[in-house]
C-alpha cells in the first residue's frame, strides 16, 4: 500500500489564481481529512468527508472547496488564493471505527508546501 | 473549548538519555489521546494511541500515559537515538467529533 499520497510537494501561486491539491488513499477508507499547518502552530481541519458523495466543514472552510466522487480520492481547491493560505497542507484518512465504537488512527499524506505571493 | 498544550516547546539531549514529553488537556472528557512524530516534508505518524478508558500504552522504546483527571499525557523515550529527533505532537479526539485537537509540538533534537 502506498498510504496517503499527495501532489504537488511544493507550489507557489500568484494571488487571485486557483489550484487543486490531490490527495488519493488506497487503504479503502471512508473518513479523509484537509489540515493546514501554519508555522508555530497545531493542525486545523479545513474540510473532512465521512464517504463518497459526504462532506462537511471543519474549524477553518473559508476560501476552500472539496468534492468526493470517489472513496480514493479527496481534492481541494483553492479558487482565489490570498496569502493567507500559505501554509502546508496535509491530506489524512482513516478506516472504521474499531471496537466500541473507538476511533481507529489517521494516516497522513507528507504535506504540500503552499505558497502565495 | 479543548485546549491542548505541549511542554517544552523545544529539546535538546544527548543520545542514550531517557526523556519525557509533556501534555496537558483542559477538557477532560476525550475519546482517545494520540502522540505522532513529524519528520520535515514528511507527514505525520501515529505512535502510540490511548483510548479514554486506559491508562498506558507501550510500543518498543515508546510509553505513553493518560491520565484524563489531571488533563495530562506524557510521552517516555527511553534510551533515546539520533533517529527520534523530530517534532513530537499530542492529538486529541473528542466525543466521536471528526474534529481532532492539535498541540503545537514538542520539536525534539538528540545529538550523537
Known amino acids: 500500500n502506498a498510504g496517503v499520497t499527495q501532489t504537488p510537494k511544493f507550489r507557489i501561486l500568484k494571488i487571485g489564481q486557483s489550484m487543486t491539491l490531490q490527495c488519493t488513499q488506497d487503504m479503502n477508507h471512508n473518513y479523509m481529512y484537509w489540515y493546514r499547518q501554519d508555522p508555530g502552530m497545531g493542525l486545523k481541519l479545513i474540510y473532512y468527508s465521512v464517504g463518497a458523495g459526504i462532506t462537511d466543514k471543519g474549524e477553518v472552510p473559508n476560501g476552500y472547496n472539496v468534492s468526493r466522487s470517489t472513496t480514493e480520492d479527496f481534492p481541494l481547491r483553492l479558487e482565489l488564493a490570498a496569502p493567507s493560505q500559505t501554509s502546508v497542507y496535509f491530506c489524512?484518512?482513516?478506516?472504521?471505527?474499531?471496537?466500541?465504537?473507538?476511533?481507529?488512527?489517521?494516516?497522513f499524506g507528507p504535506g504540500t508546501r503552499l505558497t502565495v505571493l | 473549548k479543548q485546549e491542548v498544550t505541549q511542554i517544552p516547546a523545544a529539546l535538546s539531549v544527548p543520545e542514550g538519555e531517557n526523556l519525557v514529553l509533556n501534555c496537558s488537556f483542559t477538557?477532560?472528557?476525550?475519546?482517545?489521546l494520540q502522540w505522532f512524530r513529524q519528520d520535515p516534508g514528511k507527514g505525520l505518524t501515529s505512535l502510540l494511541l490511548i483510548q479514554s478508558s486506559q491508562r498506558e500504552q507501550t510500543s518498543g522504546r515508546l510509553n505513553a500515559s493518560l491520565d484524563k483527571s489531571s488533563g495530562r499525557s506524557t510521552l517516555y523515550i527511553a534510551a533515546s537515538q539520533p533517529g527520534d529527533s523530530a517534532t513530537y505532537l499530542c492529538i486529541i479526539s473528542q466525543g466521536g467529533s471528526e474534529k481532532l485537537v492539535f498541540g503545537k509540538g514538542t520539536k525534539l533534537t538528540v545529538n550523537p
Open positions: 477538557d477532560s472528557a476525550i475519546y482517545n
Open positions: 489524512a484518512s482513516r478506516g472504521q471505527r474499531e471496537g466500541r465504537g473507538q476511533l481507529s488512527t489517521q494516516y
